[in-house]
């Protein structure tokens, strides 16, 4: 078929058709870890072994790729194991300019590799253009990585990706962004020049906990995205085929649910402001977000599900609202049907920039009153 005009559409039907020997509609999951050679030693289907590719990891992966608007896209055993692939693109010597505030996962695996590979890490308020550029031009070696997260975690500061790409590019080095919290449905990161788009599958694309992936997709160099593909086969770190087929199923929903989660955290996040309770807001929608006037030229599909509260009071009053929540369930992770909450500062430990008395909420896609009416009664 021709590339549809809207993302439903392309959501339901990338790479997917009814299977050519049954006709089933739903796709068949293909648990074979070896395929059959023809008598003269080829593979004339295409596979041979399942950590090099398997049918289900293809099917998901051209269907990643086109969400994106990409040449290609790569599937890995979780969103850490995708980072690895495209940290894996620095030599000894080289500079990774990444965001000083973010998912502190990838900030931490950012200051562990860089010390061993005998990189150089350096940590930038990507908001501050003239830093930004002042770093990339400064010292001896290449900036070979401009690692971009918008919005971030947990504080959804937004950062302009066509202006920093511009100033990635100039200096010679490759921009990626990291679009978990955004989805394509809100955010296209290839449409401002982006060379890489990486995800946590487990949160939005994933969208139901019960799945752990991550994604790298390429906007248009196949000879990079090919060097990815060969780490993912040589590491052994590619998504198995039962995950892929979740993950590809769930793809089917993703505008839908996001969607969906984009209108419910826009109230819950307009609710909050006005609560005595609250001492600040977090939400790129919100038009006090110091982000808001990027976020609206950027984030053209919506705000987003996430947003973060500091509640007056202190972590104390933090932790007893979340304590005493109903239908956000007290737990990590985010992007699925339900509502998260949780505090942040204890999940990050010894060095986290998240505020002691900050709550990061994941919006699920329960009716909006209803959560509103849960965090009236936790606030008090």
């Excluded at 994933?206 to 993912?232: C, K």
Aim: net charge neutral.
């Amino acid at each position: 078929m021709s590339e549809p005009a809207g993302l439903n559409t392309l959501c339901v039907h990338a790479a997917h058709a009814p299977e050519a020997a049954t006709g089933a509609v739903a796709a068949p999951i293909h648990l074979s870890t070896t395929f059959e050679r023809d008598a003269d030693g080829e593979y004339p289907r295409g596979y041979r072994y399942s950590r090099e590719g398997t049918p289900n990891r293809t099917a998901l992966e051209a269907c990643l790729a086109q969400l994106e608007g990409g040449v290609g896209a790569a599937a890995f055993a979780s969103g850490l194991a995708a980072n690895m692939a495209v940290l894996e693109l620095l030599a000894a010597g080289d500079r990774l300019i990444a965001s000083q505030e973010g998912y502190y996962g990838s900030l931490r695996q950012f200051s562990v590799f860089a010390e061993r590979r005998g990189a150089r890490i350096e940590f930038v308020d990507l908001a501050d253009a003239a830093r930004v550029e002042a770093v990339l031009k400064g010292g001896t070696a290449r900036p070979r990585l401009l690692w971009i997260e918008t919005p971030t975690n947990p504080l959804l500061n937004v950062v302009d990706l066509p202006a920093l790409v511009e100033l990635g590019h100039r200096a010679g080095a490759l921009v990626v962004c990291d679009n978990t919290f955004a989805t394509p449905v809100c955010q296209r990161p290839f449409e401002s020049g982006v060379d890489l788009i990486i995800h946590s599958g487990t949160k939005y694309l994933g969208g139901h906990s019960d799945v752990l992936a991550g994604v790298v997709a390429v906007r248009e160099d196949a000879a990079l995205l090919g060097r990815l593909q060969e780490w993912q086969r040589m590491a052994g770190a590619a998504l198995a085929p039962f995950d892929c087929w979740l993950l590809r199923r769930s793809l089917a929903t993703l505008a839908l649910r996001v969607r969906a989660q984009c209108a419910g955290a826009a109230k819950v996040a307009a609710f909050l402001a006005r609560h005595p309770a609250v001492e600040r807001v977090f939400y790129p929608g919100l038009r006090e977000h110091p982000g808001h006037t990027i976020a609206l030229r950027q984030m053209r599909g919506g705000f987003g599900g996430m947003l973060s509260v500091c509640v007056a009071g202190g972590r104390e009053a933090a932790l007893r609202v979340a304590a005493r929540t109903r239908l956000f369930t007290r737990a990590t992770s985010l992007g699925g049907v339900e509502s998260l909450i949780e505090h942040r500062a204890s999940i990050e430990g010894p060095g986290t920039r998240a505020p002691e008395n900050l709550l990061r909420l994941s919006v699920g896609i329960e009716e909006p009153e209803d959560l509103i009416a849960d965090l009236t009664q936790a606030l008090g």
